[in-house]
Structures are given as structure tokens and as C-alpha cells.
């Protein structure tokens, strides 16, 4: 179903490829990423003001907030850095990730990170589970790009998406162990025009995906029946995550700043709408991965 929901371009930072928002409670502020340039953005909702950060010599893809604070910042090359706002430093380093980067992540309740990375020429993109003791684990399965991902209501389960596959899959989720389990698909979208990227859960567990070259964050209710589609001025809807106070603030990011003859007037911009009445997010779980 079509919205009417206005939307509001918030940053006007033509990003190449915008990406991997999460909104950060003690700061009170939206980061994100743009990835091919390495740059880490912010935008304060209570300044109107959006600045880079960070600008990184290489791809930066996806971003946890620690325990402490501190940012979790996943790269190219399969490095993962921490960012105190000062500095950065190296923390670990997959190294059978050496020849790609890491597309979308997320902390899972018990703090542990789930990171995704791209395909390459010789084989498929992979899923690893960072632990809180420090250990780095490769996930059961290969994906056609793995990104979005998020958690049940009831955290017994998570969804992952395969971007070229057009399907986001569900697996049986065990909090105590980080284990996955049962594969099948939750949200197959071949029949339409673009494809799943990153994704939120709402607090009522509806599933949020953006829809690159598709325009749109599309919500679906927990038996993957669409309740709206919230349109935007750019094709490449990239990321999707809820912030403000109440988390009652939805933002988008979206890609193809470079190019917006072709990709739209918004493309590369953050932009935000309100939720639905009685609709909200939640806190994003933060990461316990030593440093």
C-alpha cells in the first residue's frame, strides 16, 4: 500500500553509497557511513547540522556502538577499527575476508556482531559472528551479498538479507549461543522492480527493508504481508534504521549521490519521516567485542 507519509531530506550529502545508519543514544545523533569513500557522517537532529567525522583511506561499511560508547567501525580487508571520536585502532582483522570488505553488520542482544561481506570473483559473500570473548567465527552458508539484518519481537529468530537472491531469509535464533539454525525464506520480492537491502524491526516486529533501485522502504508485517510502501526521490534506497527520543524517527539513507542525472534529485541524501502512530523502534543492541 502506498504512503502518503511526507518525507524530509535531512543531509544533503550526496553520498556514492550511503549506508548503514544507527541512531546513538547517548549522543543523541544519527551516524553513518558512505562506504566507497570511507567517511563516517553525523547528524544532529537538535542542530539541524550534519558533518564527515571520520574520513578513512579505504571502504567503511558498517558501524556498532559498544557498550562504552565507542563506535565499532567495519572495513575493507576484513579490519574492524574502534573510534572513540579521536582516534582509531585496529582491534582484529579477518584474514580469509582480505580480499573484500564488510557490507552491512549488527549486534545482536548479548553483543555479539553479525557481519556480512561482499562477493568476489571467487566465491560468494560469507557471514561471520564476532563473540565477546574475542573469537571470530565464519556463519554456516554463502550469500548472493548478505546485508540487512535484525531480530524477531521475540528474539528467537533473525533475518538476514541476500540482496541478489531478492529474498530475506529467517533463521532460528539461540541468544545464548549466537547459533543460527533452519534457513527458509521470510520475504521473497523476485516479482518486483529492485532489490532488498538493509532492514529494521519495529518494536511491534515488523520488518522495514529498503529497496535499492526500488525507491522505497517497503513494511511488512511477521507473516511478510506489505502494510506500506514509504517512496523517495532517489532509486537507491540503501539502509533504514528508527532514532530521536522514542524512536519514533525514521531514517533513510540512499546511494548514487555522484550521479543524479540518473539516480534521482535526492540520491546520496539522509532523509527522515515519522513513524505511523503506535509505531516505534527500539534501542539498537550495542556490541561487546573486546578492544
Same mark, same amino acid.
Given at each position: ?14 553520498? *556514492? ?9 547517548? *549522543? ?60 582509531? @585502532? ?13 557490507? $552491512? ?6 553483543? +555479539? ?5 561482499? %562477493? ?7 557471514? !561471520? +559472528?564476532? $563473540? ?26 533473525? !533475518? ?15 541468544? *545464548? ?18 532489490? %532488498? ?48 527520543? *522514542?524512536? +519514533?524517527?525514521? !531514517? ?5 549521490? $555522484?550521479?543524479?542525472? @540518473? ?19 527500539? %534501542? ?5 567485542? %573486546?578492544?
Amino acid at each position: 500500500m502506498e504512503s502518503s507519509t511526507p518525507v524530509m531530506r535531512v543531509a544533503d550529502t550526496r553520498c *556514492e553509497t550511503g549506508e548503514g545508519p544507527i541512531w546513538h543514544p547517548d *549522543e543523541g545523533v544519527l551516524f553513518w557511513c558512505d562506504i566507497p569513500n570511507g567517511r563516517l557522517l553525523r547528524y544532529d537532529p537538535n542542530r539541524d547540522r550534519h558533518e564527515c567525522v571520520l574520513n578513512g583511506d579505504d571502504a567503511l561499511s558498517g558501524v556498532t556502538i559498544q557498550k562504552d560508547g565507542a563506535l565499532l567501525l567495519f572495513r575493507a580487508g576484513g579490519r574492524v577499527e574502534r573510534f572513540d571520536g579521536d582516534s582509531t @585502532s585496529t582491534v582484529a582483522t579477518v584474514r580469509d575476508a582480505a580480499d573484500t570488505r564488510f557490507n $552491512d553488520v549488527v549486534a545482536d542482544p548479548e553483543g +555479539r556482531v553479525f557481519a556480512g561481506t561482499m %562477493p568476489t570473483d571467487d566465491h560468494l559473500g560469507r557471514l !561471520y +559472528r564476532f $563473540d565477546t570473548d574475542g573469537s571470530i567465527e565464519r556463519v554456516e552458508g554463502a550469500y548472493d551479498i548478505p546485508n540487512g539484518m535484525g531480530y524477531t519481537a521475540a528474539r528467537d529468530a533473525m !533475518y538476514v538479507t541476500e540482496s541478489n537472491a531478492k529474498t530475506v531469509h529467517e533463521f532460528d535464533y539461540d541468544s *545464548e549461543t549466537g547459533a543460527l539454525a533452519r534457513r527458509r525464506p521470510f520475504l521473497n520480492v523476485r516479482g518486483e522492480s529492485g532489490i %532488498p537491502d538493509g532492514l529494521a524491526v519495529d518494536a511491534d516486529g515488523d520488518v522495514w527493508s529498503a529497496r535499492w533501485n526500488g525507491s522505497a522502504v517497503v513494511r511488512y508485517d511477521a507473516s511478510a504481508t506489505e502494510r506500506e510502501r514509504v517512496r523517495f526521490p532517489a532509486a537507491k534506497v540503501s539502509s533504514v534504521a528508527f532514532g530521536g527520543p *522514542e524512536y +519514533r524517527d525514521v !531514517y533513510v539513507t540512499t546511494a548514487g549521490g $555522484d550521479d543524479r542525472a @540518473s539516480e534521482g534529485a535526492g540520491a546520496g541524501a539522509l532523509f527522515r519521516f515519522r513513524a505511523p502512530s503506535g509505531v516505534r523502534g527500539t %534501542p539498537p543492541f550495542r556490541s561487546a567485542f %573486546p578492544t
